[in-house]
């Protein structure tokens, strides 16, 4: 993984441009400027706009603010899903910077997670972790770990850390040199659509003749009109 | 030492299941995807509050209880009495199974709302739980009630952690097997999780 390190550190540091508008329904004491920001593509929305929050809020009563929540487009963004994701999925083939819609009131129930406090996109970042090493290791890793490691990884990936991260990290991305890779790779493929919000399958890394699987090998197993010829 | 339930197993169950269910009534039914490639059990009933209700609509656990509800306040009510018991006090859960590949155990995801369609947060939903549950919750191998997206359906459903399914499974199971009783895994987990969250058995499906 160390060769990769590059690599690494690309996706860590990846950001997309966007400027956040307030809704034109919301009603503000004075007229709402739009507030620019560079967002972190591994990181969640909730995590990184109290900036944004705050630069609303200033020109909104109080009884006016209830629960943050963003659109674009029409369509309601749902926190729990990497930012890089979100873009990926909504915008990837429109014109930078990406322009998303700030609200504070009709929270959409029937859509979006609620998401109280920082707490919760902790708890569902580290259930996401350990899901993964439950396909990767059996989860042996992260229960091995420490309560203090596992605040390590989030730690930093609310501060923007990445040796910090990548420390703890590294242990959960490496396997017995015996073995050929994970026992499961951890994937999902997320795709706009569909009813489904994606596609989960259990994949081993390699396959029964000890060839290694390619991202190929994933893609027509679970998802083969991804790469049907249109 | 561990029971983990196969993805093949968990459809073999929850067939069994269906089955008695449809036999007693109890209204499970199961779910395919739009795409078809997974299943779930699903659930739905209603359930009335105590406040202003009469005693004998209570204990209803039906689709009826719509009508019977309209029916019967039609004599007594005036409109906004109406109003205010039918779009506040009926509370219509809706409980699905699906099977986690990842940890190889079925979870439970439920969600409650009113009849108005307002959902209830997870306090309301934690308040309805009965007190001797909470106690439960708080004490079994389970991380607490979280809000989760529906793998399937894309929406915010509530579930009961799986990562230590398998730890109280473990345990029923070998008592079960030692008996040398046959053992419907999805029945011996829903009758322990269930009643956490106001999903009860009848006692038949044993």
Redesign the interface.
């Known amino acids: 993984m160390t060769d990769d390190k590059d690599v690494l550190r690309d996706v860590w540091f990846g950001r997309i441009p966007t400027c956040f508008t307030l809704y034109q329904d919301e009603i503000t004491e004075r007229e709402a400027e739009p507030y620019y920001l560079l967002l972190p593509r591994i990181s969640y929305l909730t995590l990184v706009t109290d900036k944004v929050k705050k630069h609303f809020q200033k020109v909104m009563r109080q009884e006016e603010v209830s629960e943050i929540w963003f659109e674009y487009e029409g369509t309601p963004l749902k926190w729990h899903y990497p930012i890089g994701l979100l873009f990926d999925l909504h915008a990837s083939n429109t014109a930078l910077p990406w322009s998303i819609t700030v609200h504070f009131k009709n929270f959409p129930e029937k859509d979006l997670l609620h998401c109280h406090s920082k707490d919760v996109i902790e708890a569902h970042f580290m259930a996401c972790i350990k899901e993964a090493d439950a396909l990767k290791h059996k989860s042996q890793v992260i229960n091995e770990m420490q309560k203090k490691d596992h605040k390590q990884l989030w730690m930093g990936l609310q501060n923007d850390k990445f040796e910090q991260f990548w420390a703890i990290n590294r242990k959960l991305m490496e396997y017995p040199p015996e073995d050929s890779g994970f026992r499961y790779i951890p994937f999902r493929i997320y795709q706009a659509t569909t009813e489904r919000p994606f596609i989960q399958k259990l994949f081993r890394p390699i396959a029964s003749g000890g060839q290694l699987h390619t991202l190929g090998d994933l893609l027509k197993d679970v998802c083969p009109s991804a790469i049907a010829p249109e | 030492e561990d029971f983990f339930l196969e993805e093949k197993r968990f459809k073999q169950y929850c067939e069994e299941f269906i089955r008695h269910s449809q036999q007693i009534g109890d209204g499970w039914e199961w779910r395919t995807?739009?795409?078809l490639?997974d299943g779930y059990l699903s659930k739905t009933h209603f359930q009335v509050r105590n406040r202003n209700i009469p005693p004998d609509l209570k204990e209803k656990n039906n689709d009826n209880i719509e009508q019977i509800l309209f029916a019967h306040v039609e004599e007594s009510l005036d409109d906004s009495q109406i109003a205010e018991v039918c779009a506040t006090e009926v509370i219509r859960y809706e409980y699905h199974v699906l099977y986690s590949?990842?940890?190889q155990v079925p979870v439970l995801y439920f969600r409650a709302c009113f009849l108005d369609g307002?959902?209830l947060?997870?306090d309301e939903i934690w308040k309805s739980v009965h007190g001797c549950y909470q106690a439960r919750l708080l004490e079994g191998p389970w991380d607490t009630i979280?809000?989760?997206?529906h793998?399937?359906?894309?929406?915010?459903f509530f579930i009961l952690?799986p990562?230590r399914t398998n730890e109280f499974m473990s345990s029923i199971l070998a008592g079960s097997r030692k008996r040398n009783r046959h053992t419907n895994y999805i029945i011996l987990w829903l009758s322990t999780v269930g009643p956490v969250v106001g999903l009860n058995l009848p006692l038949s499906y044993a």
């Open positions: 995807s739009k795409d490639h590949s990842s940890y307002r959902p947060t997870l979280t809000q989760q997206e793998p399937l359906l894309g929406q915010p952690h990562c």
